[in-house]
């Protein structure tokens, strides 16, 4: 029995089948994932996740009990749970990402979208059964008055679902992602809204990564629950229980980044690069291809640079890395095409014979990410509305002179704003003008800015960060 359990829909490791039947294990990408894999494994947290794949499925059916660590494989307690496919699909497609994520990131092209019909009656089904099957695992799992740490939007349901079979158990639930205003959250059908917000409040614990998200939380919490939330104290009261609400920032553990980044696969990455940039200056974005991140519109920011500053043609490089997401959303398909799209055109009007003033990756290739952003003079980070987003944060401590071109939408602009070059993620010409200021920002303001934004970014590593969310279950 265990006495501390994380739960996520993504696994701190994926698996791969290939044509010959061997499985091969990657690490699983995105921010949770980051943020959380070092510290569960370190300290011996039991971790309940999905199988997401084929692969996944194979590597669950070969370890006892779903128990991958006890297949051989160097995960730290790590159990996987294979849910039936169809139900996988619809709850992580169809509702968690095409429509939690969706109504969380104001990404609906309203007059199109959301539509909830019976088809979606029947996707939130599976959202309940997928749910359900994550309670049931912790509820097998759990010791008497364990803490369980159940993460972000693809799992609203279980916290209540879980108190319901093991009252005993202290539960926190985390949102990874932004929340949304009252007045956006209410576009989902009244009784999926209320279930959302009943789900999280059945933890005893809420957690935000930035204050905003919090009070947006609350604010849903009282306009569709007529629930009491105390602003000052942080609490919610429903039904005649009280939840939690906190608010836990999540930066990066420095000294851990910088030592992998130091590896000979990165190192090697960084010479190839060298050699294709020469020595002019760099611009960075790492990110998901995703539609939250706001790529194109960067794109378009910089075409826009390009135009207006002729003086820096054939100085400038972009290295844009957009690798591959959530491929199964035909959204997300049309996005990536649209990002090639975009960055084709630049090619088009700008590209001479020894200058290629964009290089647009689409592939997913860790240590070379490490290499650009210790080459990185700027970093452009410019989502439309982003939970946290730890690119932010470790670009600062991985280059020592990289001047952030930050989205005031990004939780991270909460602690590193002041320090970073903050724009409105849909104002194409003021993002164009940062990337100018950015790359013309005197040496010593960009070394200073740099060191305070590497402070702030590391001050809170994810080790702290699951301290406080274990410390607010004691
Ligand atoms: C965000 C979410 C995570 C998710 C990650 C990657 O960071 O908050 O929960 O794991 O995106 O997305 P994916 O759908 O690939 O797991």
């Given at each position: 029995m265990n006495n501390v359990l994380v739960a996520s829909n993504r696994g701190p490791v994926s698996f791969t089948v290939s044509d010959d039947g061997e499985l091969s294990l990657r690490r699983g990408g995105g921010g949770l994932v980051s943020g959380l894999s070092g510290v569960a494994k370190d300290d011996g947290v039991l971790w309940v996740c999905a199988?997401?794949?084929?692969?996944?499925?194979?590597a669950v059916r070969l370890a006892p009990g779903g128990r991958i660590d006890q297949a051989g494989y160097d995960t730290g307690p790590l159990r996987m749970l294979d849910i039936p496919p169809a139900t996988f699909h619809r709850a992580y497609n169809a509702v968690a990402n095409s429509t939690l994520w969706f109504v969380n990131h104001l990404l609906y092209d309203i007059p199109n979208a959301p539509l909830f019909g019976t088809k979606f009656g029947r996707e939130w089904e599976s959202y309940r059964d997928y749910n359900g099957a994550f309670a049931l695992a912790l509820a097998e799992e759990a010791g008497h008055e364990a803490r369980v740490m159940v993460q972000d939007y693809h799992l609203t349901l279980t916290p209540a679902m879980l108190r319901a079979e093991r009252p005993d158990l202290r539960i926190a639930h985390f949102s990874h992602t932004p929340w949304a205003p009252p007045e956006y959250f209410s576009l989902l059908p009244d009784d999926v809204a209320r279930e959302v917000l009943e789900g999280i409040l059945g933890a005893d614990h809420a957690g935000f990564l930035t204050d905003r998200w919090a009070q947006a939380f609350m604010d849903c919490c009282e306009a569709l629950l007529g629930a009491e939330a105390d602003r000052v104290g942080r609490s919610v009261t429903h039904d005649g229980r009280t939840t939690r609400i906190g608010v836990h920032s999540l930066g990066?553990?420095?000294?851990?980044?910088?030592?992998?980044?130091?590896e000979p696969d990165v190192e090697s990455h960084m010479t190839a690069l060298k050699e294709q940039v020469g020595d002019r200056r760099l611009i960075v974005r790492i990110d998901r291809t995703e539609l939250s991140k706001n790529i194109v519109r960067g794109l378009v920011a910089y075409g826009e640079f390009?135009?207006?500053?002729?003086e820096w043609h054939g100085r400038v490089v972009h290295l844009a890395f957009a690798y591959?997401?959530?491929?199964?959303?035909?959204?997300?398909?049309?996005?990536?095409?649209?990002?090639q799209r975009c960055a084709q055109q630049i090619e088009d009007e700008y590209a001479t014979e020894d200058w290629d003033p964009l290089i647009l990756n689409v592939n997913d290739d860790y240590p070379r990410s490490l290499a650009a952003y210790r080459m990185a003079?700027?970093?452009?980070?410019?989502?439309?509305?982003d939970g946290m987003n730890l690119v932010a944060k470790e670009g600062p401590?991985?280059?020592?002179?990289?001047?952030?071109?930050?989205?005031?939408?990004?939780?991270?602009?909460?602690?590193?704003?002041?320090?970073?070059?903050?724009?409105?993620?849909?104002?194409?010409?003021?993002?164009?003008?940062?990337l100018h200021d950015a790359l013309v920002m005197p040496e010593d303001e960009r070394r200073t800015r740099r060191d305070k934004l590497h402070a702030a970014a590391t001050a809170l590593p994810p080790q702290k960060w699951l301290e406080a969310q274990l410390d607010a279950l004691a």
């Open positions: 199988a997401l794949s084929d692969g996944d499925r194979s990066v553990d420095g000294a851990a980044l910088w030592e992998r980044a130091c390009l135009g207006a500053h002729p591959p997401s959530r491929h199964d959303l035909p959204e997300y398909r049309e996005y990536t095409a649209s990002v003079d700027v970093l452009l980070v410019n989502p439309i509305r401590v991985l280059s020592p002179r990289c001047a952030l071109v930050l989205s005031r939408e990004a939780g991270a602009a909460a602690e590193l704003g002041s320090h970073a070059l903050l724009v409105n993620p849909y104002d194409i010409s003021g993002t164009a003008t940062a």
